[in-house]
């Protein structure tokens, strides 16, 4: 079975904080999403990394693909309150891309 | 911007009752799933479709469950006699390449209550 763990899987800071959340397998995948969910709402996509040591930037979220398809990290500069929210990792398997999902990092960003 | 989008949002039902949940998915995609996530946990794979027929299927996508694409825009998942555990947030999504997982879309999700 694969599976993608998160970590933390929760996160507590002050805003102007830099962090990172780590999603690891010991699976390769052929893509990898990141995508950030609000309660009673639906995963809304970040990025989606595809190519082995990849790193896409959007404003101050990194997000870094390893170099051998199994695992990501998102880093997030000078957090902000805004950036409070549930972020979900997302690996894409089978003929079609159905996409396994970890826990979860629950991050809460402190004015 | 284009979105999927998912009706209703919050259905309530009785157990052993019919319930079709609906999404209309991005009008030029071709590959679309179905995802469940009970309150506090992950995301759970159900199915996914292309070219008119079911591509896979978990194992929680038993007997139970089916889905169609009952007309060029909708995609409909049918529970046909639904338990208690089948409480749950339901998510359709779509994407336009399969695997190379150009990128999954997710609607805003059905709330489904079983009593």
């Known amino acids: 079975t694969q599976l993608l763990e998160q970590s933390p899987q929760f996160l507590s800071i002050q805003e102007g904080e830099n962090l990172t959340v780590y999603c690891n397998s010991s699976?390769?995948?052929?893509?990898l999403q990141w995508y950030r969910q609000e309660p009673g709402e639906g995963p809304v996509l970040l990025v989606t990394?595809?190519?082995?040591?990849e790193v896409k930037k959007l404003k101050r979220l990194t997000f870094q693909f390893g170099d051998a398809r199994k695992d990501s990290s998102l880093h997030i500069t000078a957090a902000q309150p805004g950036d409070t929210g549930l972020y979900l990792c997302?690996?894409?398997?089978?003929?079609?891309?159905?996409?396994?999902f970890g826990k979860g990092t629950k991050l809460s960003v402190k004015p | 911007e284009p979105e999927v989008t998912q009706t209703p949002s919050h259905q309530v039902t009785q157990m052993g009752q019919e319930v079709i949940l609906r999404c209309v998915p991005i009008?030029?995609?071709?590959?679309f799933y179905w995802y469940r996530q009970i309150l506090g946990q992950k995301v759970e794979f159900l199915v996914s479709?292309?070219?008119?027929?079911?591509?896979?299927k978990s194992e929680i996508f038993d007997d139970q469950f089916s889905v169609e694409r009952p007309d060029g825009s909708n995609f409909t998942l049918k529970i046909r006699s639904t338990k208690l555990e089948d409480s749950a947030m339901y998510f359709c999504a779509s994407s336009s390449a399969g695997v190379r997982a150009d990128t999954q879309y997710f609607g805003p999700g059905t709330r489904l209550t079983v009593l």
């Open positions: 997302a690996g894409a398997r089978g003929s079609q891309g159905n996409l396994i």
């Open positions: 009008s030029n995609h071709l590959y």
């Open positions: 479709f292309y070219n008119n027929e079911i591509s896979e």
């Open positions: 990394v595809v190519t082995g040591g």
């Open positions: 699976s390769v995948f052929s893509s």
